[in-house]
């Protein structure tokens, strides 16, 4: 198993465009997470799916960001329009049931 | 409210030395605590979880839920240990989810 996929590796960005971060659970997996990480805030849970449904998207900063999961194997996350503020990396994790999360290695965002 | 506190961002050791990485929790139910470790510009990975019970890498932890802690512990620290350590908890309740502390960067020196 590849594990988790996340794409792209690196996105660098001008203010006000359009962001799209793409993300592929492991198969099998009925959870899926999407974690901010800062070095200001750490990890914080932006939403998370559990059988393509969102269950908790309290995470999520503002009407900016919004995340799908169309189907039990790919997931996005979009901002738009982007701001420097937004620069971090952007995790993707998936797990079944309550078993240990597993994490993709991650998008670094930087919007300048 | 549920939260984790890991009160050090960083721990600096000499190699050999032993080493405790601190974390505390709020929450009023059973949790489960995990401990990831992410290695330089890497993901994150399961290091420990407290049900295993086991050593992984020579590292332990213990909950205790007396205290609300679960810290981390390491006889003797290698070079190779340097990295962020994220402890976790995951709240009952089938959500999945965990909540992440702030994370503590470990530095071993030689």
């Known amino acids: 198993d590849a594990g988790v996929i996340q794409s792209p590796r690196h996105e660098v960005t001008e203010m006000g465009q359009e962001v799209t971060l793409r993300c592929k659970p492991i198969s099998g997996h009925n959870s899926l997470f999407w974690y901010r990480q800062t070095m200001m805030r750490g990890l914080e849970l932006l939403i998370y799916?559990?059988?393509?449904?969102?269950?908790?998207d309290s995470g999520m900063p503002e009407d900016r960001f919004s995340a799908k999961m169309p189907n039990a194997s790919f997931s996005t996350l979009k901002i738009q329009p982007s701001e420097p503020r937004d620069s971090a990396v952007y995790f993707c994790?998936?797990?079944?049931?309550?078993?240990?999360?597993?994490f993709g290695n991650g998008t670094r965002l930087t919007v300048t | 409210a549920q939260r984790v506190t890991q009160p050090e961002k960083l721990l600096s050791v000499f190699k050999g030395a032993p080493v405790e990485l601190k974390c505390n929790y709020s929450?009023?139910?059973?949790?489960?605590l995990f401990w990831y470790v992410q290695y330089s510009r890497q993901r994150l990975q399961l290091l420990l979880r407290?049900?295993s019970r086991e050593s992984i890498k020579g590292f332990t932890a213990d909950l205790n839920k007396g205290e609300t802690s679960f810290h981390l512990k390491k006889p003797f620290a290698q070079e190779e240990d340097s990295a962020m350590y994220y402890c976790a908890l995951r709240p009952g309740g089938n959500t999945g989810k965990l909540i992440f502390g702030q994370g503590t960067t470990l530095q071993v020196k030689p």
């Open positions: 994790a998936s797990s079944l049931g309550n078993s240990p999360l597993h």
């Open positions: 407290h049900i």
């Open positions: 799916f559990n059988n393509n449904v969102p269950i908790d």
């Open positions: 929450y009023s139910g059973s949790p489960e």
